[in-house]
């Protein structure tokens, strides 16, 4: 066995420490949740009936999220990503419509709904973004005609960390009959500690939400939580399963790991809502303070950060690559042309210093 472990520990050593990632929406596991994973190894709730311990955890940490994001009684299932997350919100919001014409996103939705697209067979329309990179609510009512079954807004946008105005599009979904559903895969564990709440179920058209406890809920991966207001949803994704322990089945994938759900409650039972409040609350002060560093060599922030990323205006694909040789990733957006810092909760401050050198180096070298 020690030849077969370091062998893969010779592949391990190639991967890049999260230390010097900008780039990223996962972070170092909290060692809580990396106990609990362990503890869960073996479990798998694609077959609930054999697994009824980690089936009721499950339930129970669907309600604290549920709790979370102003809804007590919500229904949902913990999966493998936010991917799969707005795959089953698009998939009800079908089912229960009996609608199959086309969904309307922001320009700024995630490519998973490119795939859905694909996958379900529906025109994905994007509607434009205001000058603050959230969706144009008017954009969005334009869109809409009578093959339109839903509408996505966002809560926590991959590039900017932007929050679209849910109340808005709320409304719009309620005059409109068409399902609403919330993509908050990596707002869902950061807005809520801010005291910004009018994203989730608080809001009275919101059909259904994703969270991914992978992401700023510092659980293993896979781990992602789909919510949806009412119960009827989760059954509209329902197949049958004749000869397992459960006779039907709502979740995307069939065998399906309890780690996520083990680690996502460990993290919540261990820090409590309060001491994630504290890791968000200290990545906010890092991203500001990394904000007005840069600001002070010339380069503008592309928005003032409304959640822990942000973008820097630059000739950003030369920006990425010169870091990248001082061993700092960060990535790239497109529209408006800049570079991208995810503050992560492994972004200490004295790490946010050394970045912040580095790109001063790199800037003045331009
Ligand atoms: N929705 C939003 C708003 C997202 O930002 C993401 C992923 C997803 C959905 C999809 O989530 P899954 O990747 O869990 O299916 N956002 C990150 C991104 O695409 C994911 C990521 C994380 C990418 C870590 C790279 C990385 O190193 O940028």
Redesign the pocket.
């Known amino acids: 066995m020690h030849q077969v472990l370091k062998e893969l520990e010779s592949y391990l050593s190639k991967d890049l420490q999260y230390s010097r990632?900008l780039?990223?929406?996962?972070t170092n596991p909290h060692p809580v949740a990396v106990k609990a994973h362990t503890m869960f190894i073996r479990t798998n709730l694609g077959d609930p009936g054999l697994f009824p311990g980690t089936a009721e955890l499950e339930r129970k940490l669907i309600s604290e999220l549920g709790k979370l994001f102003g809804k007590k009684d919500v229904s949902g299932y913990i999966g493998?990503?936010?991917?799969?997350?707005?795959i089953q919100a698009i998939r009800a919001a079908k089912n229960v419509t009996g609608k199959k014409g086309n969904i309307v996103v922001p320009e700024s939705a995630?490519?998973?709904f490119a795939k859905i697209g694909d996958l379900i067979g529906v025109e994905v329309r994007r509607a434009k973004l205001d000058g603050e990179y959230r969706v144009d609510t008017g954009d969005v009512e334009r869109l809409i005609d009578d093959d339109t079954f839903a509408i996505v807004g966002?809560a926590?946008?991959?590039e900017l960390g932007q929050v679209d105005d849910i109340r808005a599009l709320s409304d719009i979904a309620l005059e409109n009959d068409v399902f609403l559903h919330v993509?908050a895969?990596?707002?869902g564990f950061v807005l809520p500690f801010l005291g910004i709440r009018d994203f989730d179920f608080r809001v009275e058209g919101v059909c259904s939400l994703?969270a991914?406890p992978?992401?700023m809920g510092m659980a293993t991966i896979?781990s992602?939580a789909i919510l949806f207001r009412e119960e009827e949803y989760l059954e509209a994704l329902n197949v049958e399963t004749p000869y397992l322990t459960s006779a039907k089945q709502y979740t995307l994938t069939g065998t399906r790991p309890g780690t996520g759900v083990a680690s996502a409650y460990a993290v919540l039972r261990y820090l409590g809502f309060e001491g994630m409040k504290k890791v968000v609350l200290e990545c906010m002060r890092i991203t500001r303070l990394i904000k007005d560093e840069v600001e002070a060599t010339g380069l503008e922030a592309v928005i003032e950060p409304v959640t822990n990323v942000v973008c820097f205006r630059c000739r950003a694909e030369k920006v990425r690559e010169e870091l990248k040789k001082m061993g700092w990733i960060v990535?790239t957006i497109r529209r408006p042309e800049a570079i991208r810092c995810v503050v992560m909760p492994h972004i200490t401050e004295s790490l946010a210093f050394e970045f912040v050198e580095a790109l001063k180096q790199v800037v003045r070298n331009l």
């Open positions: 990632i780039s990223s929406m996962c493998s990503g936010g991917t799969e997350g707005n995630h490519f998973s966002i926590g946008t991959t993509d895969a990596f707002g994703t991914d992978h992401k896979p992602s990535s």
